[in-house]
């Protein structure tokens, strides 16, 4: 049997292929097919080229694919594109063959395996969602980049901008990250970056996510500035876990299990550790976990799971090494 795994984000789409062992047949990475980002054109056309493509790699017909899983950033959120959505995507995989939801959904499924709890997505954009043992379902922050996402890569990138201005007419003290940023944008003059922000990366969500990298840097060399942004990001990230937690039904004292995703926690310890004080001074068993499997794969094992209902136990631990193998 062969599933179809997607994942779609902000930056790219990625397309996997597993069969019911567990060994992934093919893997290929697509632009985004954020469709509010680019457009439903677009959408269908990284669609269609990503399934034919990742099924031509594993040697199959795209009528032969089981089951598929489709994570769409931005699905469910606009309830007038749900039928454009399903529309495209019926003209390409077999009817009743595939499910969509919201790009949170899979990063949850890889984070988790499967199982009850909470995930949170850090990437362009921010969204939280978990399930509990009764396999209720919830969801908290994901509200668009001028409306929320906060503690996204976009979020951080901005923040980088309002730092840098900031120290640059005195506001703040100059730090690492000024020099950082005139350094990694090659600006000569530090208005430059009016400019660069609006004329070359065009105001563009991804382009100024992608800033987020020199909070990164900053905070290597000690910059107390992006020490503190970097907490303040956890901290929404807390909230958004604390509001999907009272959403849920989880028992009195059950251990509920917290993961994530998304390059913003590429950051490791200027992120993770601020978040883990946060979600400690809760009065609950919360355990902060490092994710089972990338979001790609954990479509695709849900799209497994939802075919057969009844999956090996060390489904999980097969799909963990062939993700090393093929260095997802």
């Not at 598929?68 to 950033?73: N, Q, V």
């Not at 495209?88 to 499910?99: A, D």
């Not at 004329?199 to 060399?221: C, H, N, P």
């Amino acid at each position: 049997m062969n599933f179809l795994g997607i994942d779609g984000g902000g930056t790219s789409t990625e397309f996997i292929i597993i069969n019911e062992k567990g060994k992934i047949l093919s893997h290929i990475n697509k632009p985004t097919c954020h469709y509010k980002q680019t457009s439903l054109e677009t959408f269908e056309k990284i669609m269609n080229e990503g399934i034919n493509e990742v099924c031509n790699q594993a040697n199959i017909l795209v009528s032969q694919i089981d089951y598929s899983f489709i994570g769409i950033p931005g699905y469910g959120e606009i309830l007038d594109d749900i039928k454009d959505i399903e529309s495209i995507i019926e003209k390409i995989l077999p009817l009743n063959s595939y499910k969509c939801a919201n790009d949170a959904v899979v990063a949850w499924a890889g984070s988790l395996g499967c199982k009850p709890g909470i995930n949170i997505v850090a990437g362009t954009g921010a969204i939280g969602f978990g399930i509990d043992s009764k396999n209720n379902f919830a969801r908290a922050s994901g509200w668009g980049h001028f409306c929320g996402d906060e503690g996204s890569a976009y979020w951080l990138g901005k923040k980088v901008i309002e730092i840098f201005a900031k120290e640059s007419d005195g506001r703040l003290e100059k730090t690492p990250l000024y020099d950082i940023v005139l350094s990694e944008l090659g600006i000569s003059h530090d208005f430059d970056i009016i400019d660069l922000v609006v004329s070359q990366l065009e105001m563009k969500r991804d382009e100024i996510a992608k800033l987020a990298m020199i909070l990164y840097k900053a905070a290597e060399e000690e910059d107390k500035f992006a020490i503190e942004i970097f907490s303040q990001a956890a901290y929404e990230h807390y909230l958004t876990i604390k509001s999907i937690i009272e959403k849920l039904d989880f028992e009195p004292h059950e251990k509920i299990l917290v993961s994530y995703s998304g390059g913003v926690f590429k950051s490791g310890k200027y992120i993770l550790e601020p978040l883990k004080r946060y979600l400690d001074e809760e009065k609950k068993d919360i355990e902060l976990i490092t994710p089972m499997l990338k979001p790609v794969l954990g479509a695709a094992l849900y799209a497994m799971n939802m075919s057969l209902n009844d999956i090996e136990d060390d489904i999980v631990r097969i799909l963990k090494l062939e993700e090393e193998k093929w260095k997802i």
